[in-house]
């Protein structure tokens, strides 16, 4: 029982990261039509994920290889009934890291005006259809004793789905804004500070009709009811996006992105604390729910990951960090002339 919960952790705490570490990234690439409004201008919002786009991609690897190896029978239930949502959600991401790669490789206008557009579809999509995702997993999914999706992909486009993409979409873009207000200057930083500043609020307000509504469509805060300290979550997160608009204030831009990630950390545990045990409840009969109990793979099978976790994520994370270090310099059109740049 104990490694389970330890896996159930484990498991939310990697889509955290995930969503720590790509969100700025999907932010970027949303912002990029709208804030990017020279050639130049565009390749420096594209270079300054550059060096750290595809390294955040271990992190959802991880989590979808922590699934399936933890929890086969989530893993194959949430395959079977989210088809047509995570495969968009892989073809977004194909397309995203192709039209980073492919943009410049033709000195053309139409050429890069297409990928353009890709880059905005291939890092929206993603963060809206996660939000969805997520929305969806806590109010839980409409499927049967057999596992058999019933519904439609429209039907995982209900209020409740819908309001969780949202939130992801503006927690994204705002943590997407902080980082270009740490990579870049002049005034593409200066449209991506007033952007930071204009979408705080909205994404505050998109927060809190996002609690409201979690007490009408799921059963999270039973778990907060019953154990209070679990309040100390949405603590963290509010702290987080205080702290963003006091750092933003003082112009302290890393500061506020450091807040912005606690702030995502945050809203993810907010729900994954309250759907434990469940990892994939069922809205059709709660007791076809897949929990981090029943749908576990053999305590051998979770000793051994668990010796491999503890060597090896402190080793990414080590490597995370020095790259991060490495590349924390703004960017700037001198930049553009080297060889390696986008």
Known sequence: MVLQNIWFFLWGLLWAIFFMTDGFVFGMGTMYPFLGKT????????????????????????????????????????FSTLYTPLMLILFALILRGVSFEFR?????????RVWDTTIFIGNFAPAL?????????FQGIPFDENGIFQGTLITLLNPYGLIGGVVFVLMFIVHGSLWLAIKTQGDLQARAIQTGKRLWPVMVGAIVVCLIASAVFTDL????????VLFLILVLAVAGLLGIKVFMG???WF???????????????????GLFPRLYPSSINADL???AHNASSSPLTLKIMLVVVVIFIPIVLAYQTW????????VTEEDLSHEEAY
């Open 323 to 330: 790259a991060y270090k490495l590349f924390s310099d703004k």
């Open 221 to 228: 805060y039973d778990n907060y009811l019953a154990n209070p």
């Open 129 to 137: 259809l996660f939000g969805v995702a997520f929305a969806n997993i």
């Open 289 to 291: 729910s897949l929990t």
């Open 104 to 112: 410049g490789k033709v000195d053309s206008p139409k050429w890069k």
């Open 39 to 78: 050639e130049e201008e565009k390749r420096i919002m594209i270079n300054s994920v550059g060096p750290l786009w595809d390294g955040n991609e271990v992190w959802l690897i991880t989590a979808g290889g922590v699934t399936f190896a933890a929890f086969p029978d989530v893993y194959a239930t949430m």
């Open 250 to 252: 003082k112009e302290a």
């Open 255 to 273: 500061k506020a992105w450091g807040c912005s990630c606690l702030s995502i950390v945050g809203v993810t545990f907010f729900g994954v604390a």
